[in-house]
């Protein structure tokens, strides 16, 4: 590109220069400073490392004096209408695509949150199901331990019940009838001694007896009607032997005769002695014995009655 020379500059050439070398000449220097100035490299012709700003401000002021003619304004504002309306229509796509990525982001993020409560829900189900079941269990260990620990308790209690009870058995009072002294002969009286004694390791108190005597001829006959026990209770240690007494001649019939000696030992009389004692052991526990014995025909030794000895614990029987 060359630049318009006016006419006046045409009319004065350079003084001492005709106007064909100055013409030329300055013909020469244009066309070098016009190609150096398009040139976005220096005006020495050599390669820099930045372009040429002048070159840059020269060629923005021809785009904007080109932008300015007024046969480039439609084309222009056709050109820019298009770029709004491209612009747009990325900016709404951009908005549509960014508003379904939201929507997929929320719709993930809802489908998250409910993956995240059913699990929630399934964690607090099994953890509640497995404190349930612990609970069940440890009920179950502690009845079984509360069980065990009963029989425990149950068989030590009966063992030490067993041990204290053959303790007190071994060491309480047992009162028996010893024997009966006292046989009948030839013009005595009759007196018989029933003797009791302690065999226990300890005393017997509160003892109460009842002494009997029966005589018949026949044992079918006897009826072993007991007298109340006496109201004079007593005392036995171990190895003691009291005794009762009983007179079997009468004001009647104050001595043996013969006739009661052969009746004897013919067994058409049969003496009986018979009763009851009753007692309480140091523990506090209510005994009782009941005795029944039978003369010898021989009249020197006592058998015992088919019924009527036996002994036990709390109320005699009647």
Same mark, same amino acid.
């Given at each position: 590109?060359?630049?318009?020379? !006016?006419?006046?500059?045409?009319?004065?050439?350079?003084? +001492?220069?005709?106007?064909?070398?100055?013409?030329?000449?300055?013909?020469?220097?244009? =066309?070098? %400073?016009?190609?150096? @100035? +398009?040139?976005?490299? =220096? #005006?020495?012709?050599? !390669?820099?490392?930045?372009?040429?700003?002048?070159?840059?401000?020269? =060629?923005?002021?021809?785009?904007? @004096?080109?932008?300015?003619r007024?046969?480039?304004?439609?084309?222009?504002?056709?050109?820019?209408?298009?770029?709004?309306?491209?612009?747009?229509?990325?900016?709404?796509?951009?908005?549509?695509? +960014?508003?379904?990525?939201? *929507?997929?982001?929320?719709?993930?993020?809802? *489908?998250?949150? $409910?993956?995240?409560d059913?699990?929630?829900?399934? $964690?607090?189900?099994?953890?509640?199901?497995?404190?349930?079941?612990n609970?069940?269990?440890?009920?179950? =260990?502690?009845?079984?331990?509360? @069980?065990?620990?009963?029989?425990?308790?149950?068989?030590?209690?009966? #063992?030490?019940?067993?041990?204290? %009870? #053959? $303790?007190?058995?071994?060491?309480?009072?047992?009162?028996?009838?010893?024997g009966?002294?006292?046989?009948?002969?030839?013009?005595?009286p009759?007196?018989?001694?029933?003797?009791?004694?302690?065999?226990?390791?300890?005393?017997?108190?509160?003892?109460?007896?009842?002494?009997?005597?029966? /005589?018949?001829?026949?044992?079918?006959?006897?009826?072993?009607?007991?007298?109340?026990?006496?109201?004079?209770?007593?005392?036995?240690v171990?190895?003691?032997?009291?005794?009762?007494?009983?007179?079997?001649?009468?004001?009647?019939?104050?001595?043996?005769?013969?006739?009661?000696?052969?009746?004897?030992?013919a067994?058409?009389?049969?003496? $009986?002695?018979? +009763?009851?004692?009753?007692?309480?052991?140091?523990?506090?526990?209510?005994?009782?014995?009941?005795?029944?014995?039978i003369?010898?025909?021989d009249?020197? #030794?006592?058998?015992?009655?088919?019924?009527? /000895?036996?002994?036990?614990?709390?109320?005699?029987?009647?």
């Amino acid at each position: 590109m060359t630049e318009q020379v !006016s006419d006046g500059d045409k009319e004065k050439p350079n003084q +001492g220069q005709s106007p064909s070398a100055f013409s030329s000449e300055g013909q020469v220097q244009e =066309n070098k %400073a016009i190609s150096s @100035e +398009g040139d976005p490299w =220096n #005006a020495n012709g050599k !390669s820099d490392k930045h372009i040429n700003p002048i070159w840059v401000r020269q =060629n923005l002021r021809r785009f904007w @004096e080109l932008l300015k003619r007024s046969e480039h304004t439609n084309v222009i504002t056709a050109v820019s209408t298009f770029v709004i309306m491209l612009a747009t229509c990325v900016t709404t796509w951009a908005v549509l695509s +960014g508003s379904k990525q939201t *929507n997929q982001i929320v719709t993930a993020a809802q *489908n998250i949150q $409910s993956a995240l409560d059913t699990q929630n829900q399934q $964690s607090q189900s099994a953890l509640h199901e497995t404190l349930r079941g612990n609970r069940r269990a440890l009920r179950r =260990n502690l009845a079984q331990s509360q @069980e065990a620990m009963d029989a425990s308790n149950a068989q030590s209690k009966a #063992a030490l019940d067993a041990s204290i %009870a #053959a $303790s007190k058995l071994d060491q309480r009072a047992w009162v028996v009838v010893k024997g009966v002294d006292g046989i009948p002969q030839l013009d005595q009286p009759w007196e018989l001694h029933i003797v009791f004694t302690n065999t226990g390791r300890t005393p017997a108190k509160d003892v109460r007896m009842s002494c009997n005597t029966e /005589n018949r001829q026949k044992l079918s006959d006897f009826l072993f009607k007991k007298a109340p026990l006496g109201n004079q209770p007593t005392l036995i240690v171990p190895n003691q032997e009291p005794f009762c007494t009983l007179t079997l001649t009468t004001p009647v019939t104050p001595k043996i005769t013969q006739d009661i000696l052969n009746r004897l030992t013919a067994k058409t009389l049969i003496v $009986s002695v018979f +009763g009851t004692a009753t007692y309480d052991d140091i523990f506090g526990h209510r005994h009782w014995l009941t005795f029944c014995r039978i003369m010898h025909p021989d009249g020197k #030794a006592w058998d015992d009655c088919e019924k009527g /000895n036996d002994t036990g614990d709390g109320k005699p029987p009647n």
